[in-house]
Every structure is written in structure tokens, then in C-alpha cells.
């Protein structure tokens, strides 16, 4: 139910708590003392029907009995006894319940499935059971049995883990690092990731989402609510069972390929969401995203008093991918004036071993003012020379100063003061100069911002179109797989096989199949009539891996040796693998690409975030060699490039020495190609092309296994059952007519629509921007128009409608549901010179079937009160149209839906 009710839960007016015991060390104590200990401004009451008083506390023995209706309702009473506390709350009309309880269970029958089913009759929230419970410093609220209130600050920390939270509750309180919230979501019987995340991502005081995961149970919903937070601010997440492959048996080298863990890294990576490897990176993350923000680029300057660790440093932010800012030529001429001859003369910007506060404190001014760098770490190591205290007060003076003077944005400082007292890293700290206990440390701080930003870039790139000449012919492809699901089979022939590429205009070596070495000698004949040789495999659907039972043979030259390698190969099938059913033999043509690549590309199935998409070096070895990446569909080819770039074989597609680089864009499209099989045939389980030959002339598809199989739902709403990440809706595409003969073509936008509309906003008066903007907005900027036509369409929905005979773009109306898809807020525009058409009313049905096809219940928008031509057609939609009471200048129109669409006037 996403943010639903979430506010008045984690910034309560009111609590009660359920199970506060007397007794030291148990847990209902703790959370008592918490809660008092956190001084929680409003109205407070505990029940306890065992005992009139606790910690000086009057108790009441039920909820009923309290003065005042809770808001929420902290539980830790035995396990037996929550689902009727529960109940009675919901009758009562609280908000929600913070269940610290352990023991419900999950599933049918248990008390978890019972505390579920009351929570939905009375509209509750639950957050738990099992859990640590909730720690809100802007609201006072410890509700908790961490050892320490967390103070307050803008970091967000979402835990699957208790032992987790508590434990950045310790680290924190020793850097001085605050929270806007701590939330432990134990078992999640309600509230869950997603959920905090779109409530963490629209919160003021939340600068940086932290997340421990254990497992994601609706990867579609995390998908969506990831996507969306991580464009607003960073999301880091730090994920355990990393070593852990998937239980299921592969029966593919794609599937072998595809471990669980490589599946949540890309589906962390298709979010934007920084992953870290361990709780010691998720804390220095936090020490960096709560104190700076990301520079434009990757350039580092380091500032030392020794040259040794700063060299080390330099290592280190090469290997990770950082740039060592260079020195220019007038950056050092400044620095000659300020610093001893003996200085480094280049970065690192070593001082010398006896610099004090004002040497520091002059190269840190230099540094902050040269555009050759996008950050600086400043190191030191203490001497008897130097106080490091004074070099840390100057350090924290500069950059004081270098702030004031740049609000709009200060490039970061990053600090280590080898062995420093906590007094030295508090001085920083608070300073807001993010400090580390190494070098190294530091430089992957100042990546992991970097890796952030480069994230957020590429979630808003545009995309180059698809191909116009790529149409598959999907149905073609669905009725060769509805036939052998009707046949019962799990694997398609490798006709099949061949016709199914074919219609995703995948090319494939010529194939056919033979019953016996007779019929093989006919087809080897038409080959070698083409010039050139024969490879023969056993064709049999219960034999996966051809070669394991020696059904291969290669590079045949006569119809003798055809007849005698079909002989062998059956034999040595028939004696390896008896059980099997053996149908005959494939022939093929032996292609001779000498200078080709060998590689991977197919799909997996995987039991959280469904389809997947691999790619990497292939051959026999393929499992050995392990040179794969993975990714989400659907794919553009920026997706499938990024996707190519994570191996180590992406580099052998350039051109070395005497071997032409690879088709551009060849195996790119492949994948993309493949991407989009997935989405148009979701009972194919898994695909597996190795190899696939790579080389200057294109690509060629030699060995090809299919699985497939009724597809269960994985994901609820529309859209692929089998896709994490909802693709490109095309099934929304519309031939309109609208008036007197105009005709329109109308489709979802899409991201690489950006110049489209920069083009169309070009006839679009100041006057109508104003009523669409609220705002005489006369720039667009490239981010602005990314959030427009970068949608996550499980959420929203854009249409963009052109003239069927000019083609140019005339009109916008997109949709924006709430979080728990009851109501959407609408939004339309037009080319000024087309109003008054019919246009506006045309695109208005649009959207509203649309919401009603979605299963929302209601769309509104608001108008400004002198877009008199807006409101009058809202009317005669059949909206209804009130003016805020705050504001007489705007209005807000709502439509209920569920009746029918009225008509044209």
C-alpha cells in the first residue's frame, strides 16, 4: 500500500505501547524506557492488565481504557495475544500498529496471517512483526530496544536486520552521523521496503536512503519504488547471502551463469541504487552522503604532510576508476608561493612532513579554488613538529569559509588524520568533513559519490531509437511456442529453434534435421554444393549438452564421412544416455569465421526478479572462464552496451593488432532483441546461444537451446508476468480520428522523445505554458525533460499524440497514480495553434480509459481558475470542479471512474 497512512505511523500525535513489563532486561522495559527516555511530545499511554503502575507510569488493562485514540500502537505482548490487540486498535480507529513481537509465523492459518486480515478490515498499517522497532529523531519518538536514540540528522536507514540497526545506531553516536529515521521491518507483514522507500524518497529531512537486504519479496514494487527514490537522492544498499548461488538446478549455461547474487546486483544496478559489499563500506558511504554532496566528475586532488600515503591513495583511486586531478601550470605558480621548494611540484600535493596550520590552510585555499579538480582529500599524519588539532581547526576554517561563499554547491573535502584522537575526527564531524580511519577508505568515500552521480546520469540518458527495419513477427514466434506447450515439452527442436530467431531477426546458421544418416547425406550434399563443410549433432530433446555424450562432430567433407560420424554420434547417444529419446541428427553448415568471437547472450529465470538477461564469453568452458554480467529487461541499447561493458570480453570487440573490431552495435542489438522475446513470450524459460560468433561482419547464432513453460504470475498489474521492470507498453498504441477528417497517431512517450519535445514546446505560447506550469517557464533543461519522458510505467503514464500526415508531435496528456494506485493526477498540453480542435478532448478519453484500465478509481488535476477552456471541458467530461479554499486562484477537478466516457460534444 506503499506511503498510505505512513506519516501519521512514523510521526505519530499519539502512541500507546502494548506489553510494557516491570521486569529489567525484557524487552517490553526497553521499549518503555526509550520511549520516555526520547521525550516524546504527544500523548502517551501504556496498557498492561497485570500491573496499575510501571516506571512511575499509571497503566490502563485495554486500549479502550486510555483518554485519548492512539495513532499508533507499539506491541510487545506475548505472541498469543497480538492479533485480538490488534483488532481492538482497529476498532478503535488507530492508525497503525509497530508489532516488536516475535513468534506470529507467516502463512496461512498462523497469528501473522490473522494480525494481516484485521489490519486490511480497519485500514491499518503494520510495521513487523519481529523486529527491532522504529527510531524517529525529528519526532522524539524511540519506539525501540537499541541501546541509543540516534540524534537527529538526514540519513534514512530501511534494516531487514535488528542486529543491524542497532548496530549503525553504536557507529553513529560515535561520528557524530544523525538520522531522520531508523526503521526495522522484521517480517514485513505489511510494511515493506518499497514502501519506506517511496516514503524516505519524498521526506524533507532525508538526504540519503540506507538499506540492509536479506531478500526482496516484491521485486516488481521494490523495482519501481527504487527507481523513483534513486533519482531524487542516493540509495545504498548493503546486501548479505552474497556467496550464496540460487537452489534451482540449471539446465542451461545461462542458467548456471545467472547465481542469485548477480541477479539482485543488476537489478540494484537497473534501480540505481549504490550497492556496497559490507556493513564497514555501508558506514563510510553513510559518512560520506551525510556530509558532502557528488561532484561533477571524478577528479581528486590530495593534499599530504606525507608522500607516502598520499602515492597510496593515488593507487587506490585509479584501481577504483577516479582521475588524479592534474596541477596546471598557474595552479602551481600559486603554490610555489606558499609552500617550501622542496613540495611535491604535482599531485599528490605533498607539503612536507613539518607543515603546520597555515601551510595547510594556504594549499587548501589554492586547491578549493582550481577548476582542475572536483574534490579534494586532505591527509595527515602527525609529527612532533605540528599540532594535528590546529591543522584540523584550519582545515575546518578553510572549507567553513569556502562554503559560505559557495551555497549553491561547495566541492567536497574528505579527511584522514592518521591516528587521530576522537576529538580531532569529532572537530571534522562536525564540521561536515566526512573523515576516515585510511586512504583508501577515503578514495572509495569519494567513489562511491562519483558512482552515485554516474548512476542518476545514466538513469536520465535518452536513448537512440531501434532500428526501424526491427518488427518481429511475434505472432509466428507465439505459435511455434503455444505448440510444443500443447505437445507437453519443455524444449523446442532446433527448427523451432531457427524459425524463432528468425522472427526476432536473430541470424542463425542453417539448420536442418535429419531422421537418419540418409537423410543427413541429402542435406550435407546441398552444403557442400555451397563450398562448404558439414557439422552433424545429435538432436534429441532429454540431451541438453551435446558434447557430453559426444554428439558432435565437425568439419565433414563427403557424404561418406557424413554417413559414417551419424552412425557413430546415434551409437554413442544411444549407449551414454539410454534413457533418452533420441529423434535424429542436426545438420549444419561448419562456419569457418577464423577471426570471430565466441560468445554467451541468453535468458534466465530467476525466482525474485523473474526474466534475465546474460551476457559474457562463451565456449565450452563458459561456467569455468565465468566472464558474464547480467541485467533486467527490457533493454535499449545503451542498457545492452553498459550490459557488453562489464565483461571482460567487451574488450576483444575492439579491434587488436590484425582483427577488425565487431560489427558496432551487433551484439548490442542481439541483446536487445532478446529483451524483447522475453517480453512478447513469457513461458520461455530460459535461452542459451553459444556461441555466438562476433566479428566485423555480424554476428551468427551456431548453438541454440530453448526451454519453455507455462509462465505463473510472478508480478501483479499488466504488463509481462515474468518482468521486475515494466517495459514499453505498445500495446497502448492508437490511430485516432478527431475532427472533420484529422487523424492522429497516439503511443506512450518514450526517453528518446526529449528533442521531440523540446521541438514541440516551441509552439507552445508562454500564456499555455503558464497554465500548464503554473510557472512562465521559458527553459527546459535536459533534466527537466528527462523526468517527462523517463517513466516508470508501473506508475505513470505519458501519451504523446502527432499528426498522422505532418508527423510532427501536438499534444502531451499523462497520468501519475498515487501509491496505492486508487487515484491518479492527470495533465495535458497542446500546440496553441491546434487547440480548439478536438484535440484536448480526444487525448482527455485517452487517458481517463487508461486509469480505468489500470483499475484506479478516481483522476483529478488542478487548474488554474482562469483556464476557463480546461475547466469547461473537465465539466463536460463529467468532473467534478472545486476551488481550494486556501487558494481562490486554483481549482481542483476530480473524476470518478467506473461509469462510461462521455461523449464528444
Known amino acids: 500500500m506503499s506511503i498510505y497512512r505512513l506519516s501519521s505511523v512514523l510521526a505519530p500525535r499519539s502512541v500507546a505501547l502494548v506489553g510494557a513489563s516491570p521486569r529489567r532486561g525484557s524487552v517490553g522495559d526497553a521499549v518503555l524506557r526509550n520511549i520516555r527516555a526520547a521525550q516524546f511530545k504527544g500523548d502517551f499511554g501504556v496498557v498492561n492488565p497485570h500491573h496499575r503502575e510501571i516506571a512511575g507510569i499509571a497503566t490502563v ?31 478503535l480507529g488507530a ?161 548456471a551463469l545467472a547465481g542469485s547474487d548477480a541477479v539482485y546486483d543488476a537489478a540494484f544496478r537497473r534501480a540505481g541504487v549504490l550497492r556496497v559489499s559490507d ?60 609552500l617550501p ?91 561536515g568533513v566526512p573523515n576516515y580511519p585510511t586512504g583508501g577508505d577515503a578514495v572509495l568515500g569519494f567513489m562511491h559519490l562519483v558512482q552515485h552521480r554516474e548512476l542518476v546520469e545514466a538513469l536520465a540518458q535518452v536513448p537512440p531509437a531501434m532500428p526501424d527495419t526491427f518488427v518481429p513477427d511475434v505472432d509466428a514466434a507465439r505459435s511455434i511456442v503455444a505448440t510444443a506447450l500443447a505437445e507437453s515439452r519443455q524444449w523446442l527442436d532446433p527448427i523451432e529453434i531457427r524459425r524463432l530467431l528468425d522472427a526476432y531477426q536473430i541470424p542463425m546458421v542453417p539448420t536442418f534435421a535429419a531422421a537418419d544418416a540418409e537423410e543427413a547425406v541429402i542435406h550435407a550434399s546441398a552444403i557442400f554444393a555451397q563450398g562448404a563443410t558439414v557439422v552433424l549433432k545429435i538432436l534429441s530433446r532429454d540431451i541438453v549438452h551435446k558434447s557430453d555424450v559426444g554428439g558432435v562432430v565437425l568439419n565433414l567433407t563427403s557424404a561418406e564421412a557424413v554417413r559414417t560420424a551419424t552412425a557413430d554420434i546415434l551409437a554413442r547417444a544411444r549407449a551414454l544416455r539410454p534413457d533418452a529419446l533420441i529423434s535424429g541428427i542436426i545438420v549444419q553448415a561448419m562456419m569457418v569465421r577464423p577471426k570471430a568471437r565466441e560468445l554467451i547472450l541468453g535468458l534466465a529465470d530467476d525466482p525474485t526478479f523473474g526474466t534475465v538477461v546474460v551476457f559474457g564469453r562463451g565456449g565450452t568452458a563458459v561456467e569455468v572462464i565465468d566472464d558474464k554480467a547480467l541485467a533486467l529487461p527490457p533493454l535499449d541499447l545503451p542498457l545492452a552496451r553498459d550490459l557488453i561493458g562489464r565483461t571482460r570480453v567487451s574488450r576483444l570487440l575492439r579491434a587488436y593488432r590484425d582483427v577488425p573490431a565487431v560489427a558496432p552495435d551487433a551484439v548490442a542489438l542481439v541483446l536487445v532483441k532478446l529483451a524483447q522475446m522475453a517480453a512478447d513470450l513469457p513461458d520461455i524459460r530460459e535461452l542459451d546461444i553459444n556461441p555466438l560468433l562476433a566479428d566485423e561482419h555480424g554476428v551468427l547464432a551456431l548453438d541454440v537451446r530453448v526451454s519453455i513453460g507455462s509462465v505463473e504470475r510472478k508480478f501483479t498489474g499488466s504488463g509481462p508476468a515474468n518482468f521486475a521492470v515494466r517495459p ?94 486508487e487515484s491518479g493526477e492527470y495533465a495535458i498540453l497542446l500546440r496553441s495553434d491546434l487547440k480548439g480542435r478536438g484535440l484536448g478532448w480526444t487525448l482527455m478519453q485517452l487517458i481517463i480509459e487508461y486509469a480505468k484500465s489500470e483499475g484506479l478509481k478516481r483522476i483529478s488535476g488542478d487548474v488554474l481558475q482562469d483556464n476557463t477552456v480546461m475547466l469547461a471541458m473537465c465539466r463536460e467530461l463529467g468532473f467534478d470542479v472545486k476551488t481550494y479554499a486556501s487558494d481562490a486562484s486554483l481549482c481542483n477537478v476530480t473524476l470518478k471512474l467506473g461509469g462510461l466516457i462521455a461523449a464528444a460534444p
Not at 495475544?81 to 486498535?89: L, N, R
Not at 528527462?786 to 505532418?806: G, I, K, N, S, W
Request: charge should be neutral; aromatic fraction near 6%.
Open 341 to 431: 621548494p622542496t613540495w611535491s611540484g604535482s599531485n599528490p600535493v605533498d607539503i612536507i612532513g613539518d607543515a603546520g596550520a597555515a601551510r595547510y590552510a594556504a594549499a587548501l585555499a589554492i586547491l578549493l579554488a582550481d577548476p582542475g579538480n572536483d574534490a579534494i582529500l586532505v591527509m595527515n599524519v602527525q609529527t612532533a613538529i605540528a599540532s594535528a588539532d590546529e591543522i584540523a581547526e584550519a582545515v575546518k576554517r578553510v572549507v567553513g569559509e569556502y562554503r559560505r561563499e559557495h551555497s549553491g554547491f561547495a566541492k567536497p573535502v574528505l579527511a584522514v588524520w592518521v591516528g587521530a584522537d576522537q576529538k580531532t575526527r569529532a572537530m571534522l564531524s562536525e564540521a
Open 61 to 91: 488493562d485495554s486500549l479502550a481504557k486510555l483518554p485519548f485514540v492512539p495513532e499508533l500502537v507499539v506491541i510487545t505482548a506475548p505472541a498469543k495475544a497480538v492479533p485480538a490487540i490488534v483488532e481492538e486498535a482497529g476498532r
Open 95 to 255: 492508525v497503525g500498529v509497530l508489532i516488536v513481537t516475535a513468534g506470529l509465523g507467516q502463512g496461512e492459518g498462523t497469528l501473522g496471517d490473522r494480525v494481516q486480515r484485521v489490519a486490511r478490515t480497519f485500514g491499518m498499517r503494520v510495521i513487523g512483526p519481529n523486529c527491532l522497532g522504529i527510531m524517529m529523531p525529528n519526532a522524539r519518538l524511540n519506539a525501540s530496544f537499541a541501546a541509543h536514540m540516534p540524534r537527529p540528522g538526514n540519513l534514512a536507514l530501511i534494516s531487514q536486520s535488528g542486529a543491524i540497526a542497532a548496530g549503525m545506531v553504536d557507529w553513529a553516536a560515535q561520528r557524530a552521523v544523525g538520522f531522520s529515521g531508523i526503521i526495522s521491518i522484521g517480517d514485513q507483514l505489511d510494511v515493506d521496503i518499497a514502501d519506506l522507500l517511496d516514503y524516505f524518497a519524498l521526506d524533507g529531512k532525508t538526504k540519503a536512503i540506507l538499506l540492509y537486504v536479506e531478500a526482496i519479496k516484491d521485486a516488481r514494487k521494490f523495482m519501481s519504488a527504487a527507481r523513483a527514490a534513486a533519482r531524487i537522492k542516493p540509495v545504498v544498499v548493503v546486501k548479505s547471502g552474497r556467496m550464496v548461488q540460487g537452489a534451482k538446478a540449471a539446465a542451461t549455461h545461462t542458467g
Open 728 to 821: 514499453y507498453p505498445s500495446q497502448w498504441q492508437r490511430h485516432l480520428d478527431v475532427k472533420d477528417g484529422w487523424r492522429i497517431f497516439v503511443r506512450p512517450i518514450r526517453p528518446e522523445d526529449e528533442p521531440l519535445i523540446h521541438e514541440f514546446l516551441q509552439h507552445v505560447t508562454g500564456e499555455d505554458r503558464r497554465l500548464r506550469f503554473f510557472a512562465p517557464m521559458k527553459h527546459f533543461s535536459h533534466e527537466f525533460i528527462a523526468r517527462l519522458t523517463q517513466l516508470d510505467y508501473a506508475r505513470a503514464m505519458a501519451f504523446v499524440a502527432f499528426d498522422e500526415a505532418t508527423g510532427e508531435m501536438v499534444g502531451v496528456v499523462r497520468l501519475h497514480s498515487d501509491s496505492i494506485y
Open 279 to 338: 556493513l564497514r563500506e555501508l558506514f563510510d558511504c553513510a559518512e560520506t552522503l551525510g556530509r558532502v554532496v557528488a561532484p561533477p566528475g571524478k577528479r581528486l586532488a590530495i593534499l599530504t604532510n606525507g608522500g607516502g600515503i598520499g602515492v597510496l591513495a593515488v593507487d587506490r583511486l585509479v584501481e577504483l576508476g577516479g582521475i588524479p586531478a592534474s596541477i596546471s601550470p598557474s595552479i602551481r605558480q600559486k603554490l610555489d608561493e606558499v
